[in-house]
């Protein structure tokens, strides 16, 4: 373990990211196979994705950064972006759905980061909406940034934050124990770029299969991999709190709560804590 974590500080090996790097060998059919910027520092990926959506560049887009001056975490967080530690990526999309289904593009998202993270030795849970954890700490996140108006969105931003190479002395204190790094938990290294690939490859299946299937198919999979439906939890609401168990996901991705008193309450947004250590 100790070897481990510091071959993790040390990144001297760990090249930077080049459009060509990410494309030899991609097999996805459309997603990266175009535009790829690649920053070795950015303000946000996301926000560098929406400045490139505005300006119309097609679907399937991608910037990645190999590090975040002001990297943005869900509820108004900041995401710790160190150089070479971790993935930070944002995908364009243009799915053509109105403002209030874009949230399930969260779940289709989550389900494909557990896949990819899967594919080398690690066994991750979702917390809902779309937390993936490791051995109950988190590895990875999704922020779904959009621009609405009343007909279906012109574009969607999916950013994807894994921390890869992140030693946890390098977050802060308060979430130092809460949080973990892909070479902290998977059975070998592993170099960001082989990541990027197959999380590309099983972006554009999930995506596709929520198009032209269902959400009901992602959802599937969603359960199967969570570790919050069941459990007793406290959801942090804009101006509330509530605590009951995690009974069931609704056909809409919203989290159903039951109180102890009996009452069953639909959690569209808010942050979730597992009332039990994982
Ligand atoms: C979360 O809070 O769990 C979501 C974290 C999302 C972080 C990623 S890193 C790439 C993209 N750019 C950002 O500024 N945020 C997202």
């Not at 790097?21 to 535009?35: A, H, M, Q, V, Y």
């Not at 770029?193 to 992602?218: A, G």
Request: net charge positive; with cysteine; glycine share 8%.
């Amino acid at each position: 373990m100790c070897n481990r974590q510091s071959s993790i500080v040390n990144r001297q090996s760990y090249s930077s990211f080049s459009a060509e790097s990410i494309k030899e060998g991609l097999r996805t059919r459309w997603l990266g196979k175009g535009l790829i910027r690649c920053y070795e520092t950015i303000d946000s990926t996301n926000i560098e994705a929406k400045r490139l959506a505005h300006a119309g560049v097609p679907e399937g887009t991608i910037v990645l950064a190999e590090s975040q001056s002001k990297g943005r975490g869900r509820m108004e967080r900041t995401w710790v972006s160190p150089r070479g530690g971790g993935i930070y990526l944002s995908v364009v999309l243009r799915p053509g759905i109105l403002p209030g289904e874009v949230q399930k593009l969260t779940f289709v998202a989550a389900v494909a980061l557990a896949f990819t993270l899967r594919r080398f030795g690690i066994a991750p849970q979702i917390k809902w909406p779309n937390d993936i954890l490791v051995n109950g700490k988190k590895v990875a996140g999704i922020l779904m940034e959009l621009t609405a108006g009343t007909g279906p969105v012109d574009f969607v931003i999916v950013g994807i934050g894994i921390n890869v190479n992140t030693s946890t002395d390098e977050f802060p204190l308060s979430i130092r124990n809460l949080v973990t790094s892909i070479n902290i938990v998977a059975d070998r290294p592993v170099q960001r770029r082989e990541i990027i690939k197959i999380l590309l490859l099983q972006l554009e299946l999930w995506y596709e299969r929520f198009l032209t299937e269902s959400f009901e198919t992602v959802l599937e999979a969603w359960r199967q991999l969570s570790n919050t439906l069941g459990e007793r939890v406290m959801v942090i609401l804009s101006n509330t709190k509530l605590e009951g168990v995690a009974e069931a996901l609704d056909a809409d991705g919203s989290l159903m709560v039951r109180e102890d008193k009996g009452k069953l309450h639909k959690v569209i947004v808010g942050d979730v804590v597992h009332c039990r250590p994982l």
